[in-house]
């Protein structure tokens, strides 16, 4: 998907919505765990009812890779029903961080065969890590910035050389000299949304990827304050608040409320900001 056509569904939608289908099984309402394929048919129903508020949908491979080649079925069963839905942007949370051929891969992989849109992908290999994942029209990196985790403060926030930067900013430094804003994204993390604000300072134009809305403890409204841009800017992410929303009976309903509620929040920012009308 090109740049253009994710403006244009965000101004549709009046939404920076992405829903993270991190399904697990022993999560889902009974019904559907009753079924010969219960992970697939749990994340088309979510899909189903979710769709016309959600701008974006991200798998994270962990919970596929898990289940092996029945898991690897249910992610290809899921891209496909979501490319029959309608217009929007699918990303693969792969987090994959290798160089050369390796990378050539991956690349050929999710973008290829999977017909993903996105792939996450670590840095720390630098920029033979990075570069087999661009110029590829329609196709994006979502490059790891600042994460939401504990563990960031380990290595992300370290000054580099004379101190005048930190880990983080010299990455999207580079990363941003590599991929222009039609192929490249950052991964900004929602529970800092001061470091969020500093860090689109330093990419104006990018698209910020940004979980840890919701479960995580993010705060939405500080989110969209500090990194919407004019064409949005933004693929807010919710997970568990919208998979699990609900139990049994109530999960696929209490799911599309979900959704709904934060998209009318966002969609109330966007007025705000101008970014539609």
Not at 120 to 146: H, N, Q
Not at 212 to 217: L, S
Request: some cysteine.
């Amino acid at each position: 998907m090109k740049r253009e056509d994710l403006i244009r569904i965000i101004k549709k939608k009046r939404s920076l919505l992405c829903v993270g289908l991190d399904t697990e099984l022993h999560l889902l309402p009974q019904q559907f765990r009753e079924l010969h394929d219960p992970i697939r048919a749990y994340n088309h129903a979510i899909v189903k009812a979710t769709h016309h508020v959600a701008v974006a949908y991200k798998l994270n491979l962990a919970f596929y890779e898990a289940n092996g080649a029945a898991g690897w079925r249910d992610l290809e069963s899921t891209v496909a029903y979501i490319r029959s839905v309608g217009s929007c942007f699918i990303i693969a949370d792969a987090k994959r961080g290798d160089i050369g051929n390796t990378a050539r891969k991956y690349a050929e992989a999710f973008f290829d065969h999977l017909d993903f849109d996105a792939v996450t992908v670590a840095p720390y290999m630098g920029e033979d890590s990075i570069t087999p994942f661009l110029d590829r029209p329609g196709k994006w990196a979502i490059v790891l910035a600042i994460t939401s985790n504990e563990g960031a403060l380990d290595f992300q926030f370290l000054p580099v050389e004379d101190g005048s930067q930190r880990l983080f900013e010299r990455v999207m430094q580079r990363m941003a000299e590599l991929g222009d804003p039609d192929e490249l994204m950052f991964v900004v993390g929602a529970t800092r949304p001061e470091l969020l604000k500093q860090a689109r300072a330093m990419a104006p134009e990018h698209f910020f990827l940004v979980p840890g809305v919701g479960a995580q403890g993010g705060d939405l409204e500080g989110v969209l304050r500090a990194g919407m841009t004019k064409d949005g800017g933004l693929l807010v992410n919710s997970s568990r608040g919208i998979l699990y929303a609900g139990k049994e009976a109530e999960a696929i309903t209490k799911a599309r409320e979900a959704a709904e509620a934060l998209q009318r929040d966002m969609a109330r920012a966007m007025e705000a900001a101008g970014v539609v009308g």
